[in-house]
Nanobody, 118 residues
Framework: QVELVESGGGLVQAGGSLRLSCVVS????????MGWFRQAPGKGREFVAA????????YYADSGKGRFTISRDNAKNTTYLQMNSLKPEDTAVYYC???????????WGQGTQVTVSS
């Protein structure tokens, strides 16, 4: 059984920063590609960022480039999303997800709310 638990969300003013964390249970964390997604009220879930199993490759949606940084610590079974210069349009529930090298994201966390006030 694989469980993903996000934390670090909250209320922040525009221009502020938050760091989200996602802890993954199990012994195969280093096998997973990890991703962050978000879903704003009334909208579909959208990709935010992803990181390869080694951390050597990262990918970002245009909305977060230059502001968001994804990282991982395989020794701690944890992936992070550092979010700087937050905007009200970043308000959403943020989810972490895991997949193997090929295939769709298979495991999902329960989400953490991020609210950015103007």
């Amino acid at each position: 059984q694989v469980e993903l638990v996000e934390s670090g969300g909250g209320l922040v003013q525009a221009g502020g920063s938050l760091r989200l964390s996602c802890v993954v249970s199990g012994r195969t964390f280093s096998s997973y590609v990890m991703g962050w997604f978000r879903q704003a009220p009334g909208k579909g879930r959208e990709f935010v960022a992803a990181i390869s199993w080694s951390g050597g490759s990262t990918y970002y949606a245009d909305s977060g480039k230059g502001r968001f940084t994804i990282s991982r610590d395989n020794a701690k079974n944890t992936t992070y999303l550092q979010m700087n210069s937050l905007k009200p349009e970043d308000t959403a529930v943020y989810y972490c997800a895991a997949r193997y090298l090929s295939g769709e994201y298979r495991y999902w966390g329960q989400g953490t709310q991020v609210t950015v006030s103007s």
